[in-house]
T-cell receptor
Framework: SQELEQSPQSLIVQEGKNLTINCTSSKTLYGLYWYKQKYGEGLIFLMMLQKGGEEKSHEKITAKLDEKKQQSSLHITASQPSHAGIYLCGADEGSGSWGKLQFGAGTQVVVTP | ETGVTQTPRHLVMGMTNKKSLKCEQHLGHNAMYWYKQSAKKPLELMFVYNFKEQTENNSVPSRFSPECPNSSHLFLHLHTLQPEDSALYLC????????????FGQGTRLTVV
C-alpha cells in the first residue's frame, strides 16, 4: 500500500513567519489532498492537487505537487494563530484502488505570539 | 460544519458491551468511509462504501461491523471490543470515490474500559 511520510513531525513558528510542510509518497501520486485537523476533531479540507505538477493557493496557503519527486509541499505565508493545528496529507492510490485514501502521520503546527 | 454529523461525540463502553456509532450526511454524496485515528498513528482507513455497497474492508477485525442502509447513513456496530480499540473514529463522505474531496465528521471519541 502507499505510504506517505510527512516532515517535520512538528514545528513551532512565530506569528508572522512562513512555514513549509512536506509530504513524500512511496508510490506515484494521483490525487494529493491536504487537510487540517484541530486536536480531537474532524478534518477540514484545504486543497486537492491532481497528477501533473499542480500548484494551488487559498488565502495564505499554497500547495504544490512535484510528480517526479512524488512529493507535495504546503507553504503558509505570514502565519497566524488560526493556522495552528495538525496538517495531514492524503493520497489516492489511483486506478484500481479508488477510495483508498491513505494519510500521512501529520505535522503539528504551533504558532507563538 | 462540514455537513457530516457523527453521534455520539464521546462513548465509553465496557469490553462486553454492544454499541453503535452513527454517521449522517445530507450532501448527496455517494461514498462514505470509516477511519480510525489512534494516538501517534496515521489515520487508518477501515471501510469504504460506494452507492451503499462495501468496496473496501481494510483487514478490520470482525468485532467492528459496518452497515450502510442508504447513501446518507453509515453505522459502525461495535461488540466485544478491546482497550486498544480506544481511538477517535471518523466518518467521511465524498461525491464519488475518485478525485474528490472527502468531508469529515467531528468524530466519536471511543474509550473501551
Amino acid at each position: 500500500s502507499q505510504e506517505l511520510e510527512q516532515s517535520p513531525q512538528s514545528l513551532i513558528v512565530q506569528e508572522g513567519k512562513n512555514l513549509t510542510i512536506n509530504c513524500t509518497s512511496s508510490k506515484t501520486l494521483y490525487g494529493l489532498y491536504w487537510y487540517k485537523q484541530k486536536y480531537g476533531e474532524g478534518l477540514i479540507f484545504l486543497m486537492m492537487l491532481q497528477k501533473g505538477g499542480e500548484e494551488k493557493s487559498h488565502e495564505k496557503i499554497t500547495a504544490k505537487l512535484d510528480e517526479k519527486k512524488q512529493q507535495s509541499s504546503l507553504h503558509i505565508t505570514a502565519s497566524q494563530p488560526s493556522h495552528a493545528g495538525i496538517y495531514l496529507c492524503g493520497a489516492d492510490e489511483g486506478s484500481g484502488s479508488w477510495g483508498k485514501l491513505q494519510f500521512g502521520a501529520g505535522t503539528q503546527v504551533v504558532v507563538t505570539p | 460544519e462540514t455537513g457530516v454529523t457523527q453521534t455520539p461525540r464521546h462513548l465509553v463502553m465496557g469490553m462486553t458491551n454492544k454499541k453503535s456509532l452513527k454517521c449522517e450526511q445530507h450532501l448527496g454524496h455517494n461514498a462514505m468511509y470509516w477511519y480510525k485515528q489512534s494516538a501517534k498513528k496515521p489515520l487508518e482507513l477501515m471501510f469504504v462504501y460506494n452507492f451503499k455497497e462495501q468496496t473496501e474492508n481494510n483487514s478490520v477485525p470482525s468485532r467492528f461491523s459496518p452497515e450502510c442502509p442508504n447513501s446518507s447513513h453509515l453505522f459502525l456496530h461495535l461488540h466485544t471490543l478491546q482497550p486498544e480499540d480506544s481511538a477517535l473514529y471518523l466518518c467521511a463522505s465524498s461525491q464519488e470515490i475518485r478525485y474528490t474531496e472527502a468531508f469529515f465528521g467531528q468524530g466519536t471519541r471511543l474509550t473501551v474500559v
